[in-house]
């Protein structure tokens, strides 16, 4: 097996969002550091495009088609989706890179050619419903990345794990009656998009195959870490995951100007350690996709965090750690 593998795509830059926190600057940073510490051992590649194929897995060609005319639009300038969401006329190639590297990195995984990898471009996707754009996000890469693991590599058993502050709406939407895919979201309430209250466990089929853990606002390490050590694996290894996906967001950092909670570096860094000793003992690969994250510092730090976790070859020793009252009422069962 090769070495892990960070997949992005220039057009990611191209993506023109004009005074918006989610602007191009994010990812210039972001390489910047990587650049800084060799890429933190991972190999570099550019991600393809997404197939009609793949998107259609969850968009319906309506809609595909609508955000296509709408970039084309943008060359007038700026066209608005909604109130936080435009697209320009690099949009559109950034959007199907983005998507594209998501897909990309399943297949990369799943063939064994990386033991673990990133997919980090712009737009971002997880606030992306099956129809509709929302909160910067115009396609549902995490929701069309574990949708091809399932429909197209046959998978049963996908893990989505989603820590941005916000909770993933779209994702959320799109597989909550999917019994293949558990999707757990971490995020701090209130706040946009309003979505995600513990009691939605999913439907149909998929009831108990989603798990919200809201969390109020100023939460720190002790309360993100407790949640994923002692609420995320635990249920992760009842699933027994063959595929591990995480919707990276960094800005439940405390230098985060989007919102108040006050995860520290160290507490990304132990996160992704939680997520990296899971995949060692599931046997399962770790993909991670870059959701949030407006603080650019925080952000970049987080990231070469995260990846040198995930590059580790052995796993850090599970740490010490208190269980949070709010993991402790979120371990209890359903009433």
Not at 167 to 196: C, K, M, W
Not at 226 to 239: D, N
């Amino acid at each position: 097996m090769g070495a892990p593998i960070y997949l992005r795509h220039p057009s990611s830059l191209e993506h023109d969002t004009g005074p918006y926190p989610e602007a191009a600057h994010r990812i210039r940073v972001l390489e910047r550091e990587l650049a800084a510490r060799d890429w933190m051992g991972f190999e570099t590649a550019e991600s393809p495009e997404v197939s009609a194929a793949a998107l259609a897995l969850v968009h319906p060609e309506a809609y595909v088609e609508e955000i296509r005319r709408a970039c084309a639009a943008a060359a007038g300038g700026a066209v608005y989706l909604d109130a936080d969401t435009l697209v320009s006329p690099g949009s559109w190639a950034a959007a199907l890179h983005s998507t594209g590297g998501a897909v990309a990195l399943v297949d990369l995984l799943l063939d064994g050619s990386a033991p673990a990898g990133m997919s980090a471009h712009r737009p971002p996707g997880h606030h992306a419903e099956a129809a509709r754009a929302m909160g910067f996000c115009l396609f549902a890469n995490a929701a069309v990345a574990a949708r091809h693991a399932t429909e197209v590599r046959g998978l049963s058993r996908v893990l989505v794990l989603d820590w941005d502050v916000h909770h993933g709406n779209g994702t959320h939407d799109i597989l909550l009656e999917d019994p293949r895919t558990l999707f757990v979201s971490i995020h701090q309430a209130p706040l946009y998009p309003g979505t995600g209250p513990a009691t939605e466990r999913g439907r149909g089929a998929g009831e108990g195959f989603t798990l919200n853990l809201p969390v109020p606002a100023g939460s720190g390490d002790e309360t993100w870490c407790s949640l994923v050590e002692h609420v995320v694996v635990p249920r992760a290894r009842e699933l027994a995951p063959e595929l591990i996906l995480v919707s990276a967001g960094y800005d439940a950092h405390a230098d985060d100007p989007l919102a108040s909670c006050r995860v520290t570096d160290a507490g990304f860094a132990a996160m992704a350690a939680s997520v990296r000793r899971l995949g060692a003992e599931a046997e399962a690969p770790v993909g991670v996709l870059l959701e949030g994250g407006y603080d650019v510092g925080a952000l970049a730090r987080g990231v070469a965090l995260t990846l040198a976790e995930l590059g580790r070859e052995e796993p850090r020793p599970a740490p010490e750690l208190a269980v949070h009252p709010l993991a402790a009422a979120a371990r209890r069962p359903p009433t």
